[in-house]
């Protein structure tokens, strides 16, 4: 298949693998930008395996990202191909792997180490409770994941989320009300299991 290069003969649904000899995190290379957006606005777009190896072809780490971690935010579009080379005008993406939260990086091979499955379908399973197909409200609530994520303690406050509101701003400028949202995907992050209510205005991470 054009975007997928396994499929689970069990359930059903489709893989994409992306190989490279480096560290998996920054940016990965990836096809037409067009086609890209296309996929992620779509229910058919493939988990992502990404796979590590070094120089002898030995498997270093492998992770897995839902499909539901994908948002146009995560994609950068490549300049076009110039007008000497083959494909001129073509213009392909980056998956920005550093845009996706640490809980849509799902390990399966740490360091030559296979992590026991039943740890990664279960982190699996959790984070799943959060999918949603619609665009905007994914891409809102894995924004504050992100913010939640750069707070280095297990236990915050919503002021301390507040804190983000530029950040939130400028990547949803169209939004008015940064702070309500901000309170909604809190809520919707509690409400899946990914957070915990402690007291009014604090959370602690799961």
């Known amino acids: ?42 229910t058919t777009n493939p988990d992502l395996f990404v796979l590590r190896y070094a120089r002898s072809l030995e498997v270093i780490d492998l992770i897995i990202i839902p499909k539901f971690f994908f948002t146009p935010q995560v994609i950068e579009k490549r300049k076009p191909l110039s007008a000497t080379a083959r494909r001129a005008g073509w213009t392909g993406c980056n998956i920005l792997l550093s845009e ?12 030559q180490k296979v992590v026991d499955p039943k740890e990664v379908v279960s982190k699996y399973r959790n984070i799943s409770a ?39 701003q400028r990547r949803h400028p169209d939004n008015h009300n940064v702070e309500a949202k901000i309170r909604q995907q809190l809520q919707v992050l509690r409400d899946n299991g990914i957070l915990e209510f402690v007291d009014r205005g604090v959370y602690r991470k799961r």
């Open 1 to 42: 298949m054009p975007v997928a290069d396994f499929q689970c003969k069990h359930c059903g649904e489709i893989f994409e693998l992306k190989s490279k000899n480096g560290t998996i995190d920054g940016k990965l290379s990836d096809g037409a930008y067009g086609t890209m957006m296309e996929r992620i606005t779509s």
């Open 100 to 111: 996706i939260p640490k809980q849509g990086r799902i390990p399966i091979i740490t360091n």
């Open 130 to 168: 959060v999918q949603t197909n619609n665009i905007e409200n994914r891409s809102w609530l894995l924004d504050v994941l992100n913010c939640i994520n750069k707070i280095d303690k297990g236990q915050f406050t919503l002021s301390e989320v507040y804190e983000f509101q530029n950040e939130l």
